[in-house]
């Protein structure tokens, strides 16, 4: 009977992690979760799991159903005279039966997987779709729009796509150094970033909302604090943004003080204030800064305390970032911040 009980407590198992992962559509977790595709990628590859986990769930009961019935049907009974029944040896109907139907099987899953990588991997690009090339930094994501002259850094903004009059966006996945990977799991499949190598995906989110997601490669020490967001925004939300990202830096007078400290330390060799003398590309883009909700790619909210912390000491928000501490007098780390701040 301990068998039996333990085939009980498996199947227990398996189900409550199935019910976990389907969770309640309510809860937060669900943000990334591949059970609640909103993108035309994620939604084949939801149907495709659905498909593939229906089939090996039906074999996994079918096998476990019959060995159960086995053991139960063939074990020892009192009175047996522990002689072995007759031996029966050979069938080639069974072992046909064996071969030809998971062969079957196999190619079946072997044409709905090509089918939904064709869709994803061959798509043309129709008119008006948006191009983005992401670049994947330690630990921090770089995000370029060529064809509309804007710069930005671990918050990227897409137009939500309609089905009726399809806008698509469409990712270049690049490298600046190690392997990353990009994955949004409610808009698509994970892809890898990889240094000397082009890598698209595409994603047409039905909904305008925030997606979250992850660089999904291991990638140094900070790898779990290289958090992805996708703001997906109307259309007219989407042009507003585009329209602020594409203006320089306006910064006002209460930042002058701080623009001069910024200007004559090493920040200008690492980051970029579009309209100014900082143009390093080593750090994430600063120019609207105030237009981010978050810090260091979702490390931390985007508050001045917070900006402080992160210019005099970024180990104490992201161990093992890779902008060193800055050790500014506080003097001129209040200048600085106040000057980061009208950066909108
Ligand atoms: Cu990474």
Redesign the pocket.
């Known amino acids: 009977m301990s068998t039996m009980a333990g085939i009980a407590v498996l199947v227990t198992a398996i189900l409550l992690a199935v019910t976990l992962c389907m969770g309640a559509p309510s809860n937060p977790s669900q943000a990334t979760s591949i059970f609640k595709p909103e993108s035309t990628p994620a939604d084949s590859i939801f149907r495709l799991s659905l498909l593939v986990l229906t089939v090996t769930g039906l074999i996994f009961l079918i096998v476990f159903g019959l060995l159960s019935y086995s053991i139960v049907k063939y074990r020892r009974h009192r009175g047996d005279d522990g002689r072995e029944p007759p031996q029966v040896y050979g069938s080639n109907q069974i072992e046909l039966a064996w071969t030809v139907i998971p062969v079957l099987i196999v190619l079946v899953l072997v044409m709905a997987t090509a089918r939904v990588i064709h869709a994803m991997k061959d798509a043309r690009m129709p008119n008006g779709a948006i191009e983005v090339t992401a670049i994947?930094h330690?630990?921090w994501w770089e995000f370029r729009y060529p064809a509309l002259g804007v710069v930005t850094a671990n918050e990227v903004h897409v137009p939500v796509s309609d089905p009726a009059h399809p806008t698509p966006t469409f990712l270049k996945l690049l490298s600046a150094d190690?392997?990353?990977?990009f994955w949004v799991p409610r808009l698509a499949g994970k892809t890898d970033?990889i240094p000397n190598r082009v890598n698209k995906i595409w994603i047409d989110p039905h909904e305008a909302g925030l997606y979250l997601g992850q660089?999904a490669?291991?990638?140094?020490m900070q790898?779990a604090k290289?958090l992805l967001r996708v703001y997906v925004d109307s259309p007219e939300g989407f042009e507003r943004w585009v329209q602020a990202e594409q203006k320089p830096a306006q910064s006002s007078d209460a930042g002058n003080e701080g623009r001069r400290v910024f200007e004559t330390t090493a920040c200008i060799n690492c980051h970029t204030i579009s309209g100014t003398v900082a143009e390093g590309r080593f750090g994430p883009d600063l120019t609207h800064l105030m237009s981010r909700d978050m810090i260091a790619s979702g490390a931390a909210p985007n508050t001045p305390a917070n900006l402080k912390t992160w210019i005099q000491a970024p180990d104490a928000i992201k161990p093992g970032s890779l902008m060193p501490a800055m050790k500014l007098s506080d003097h001129d780390l209040d200048a600085v911040t106040t000057y980061l701040e009208t950066l909108q």
């Not at 490669?217 to 140094?220: A, I, R, T, V």
């Open positions: 994947g330690q630990f190690t392997d990353h990977s970033l660089c490669q291991c990638c140094g790898h290289m």
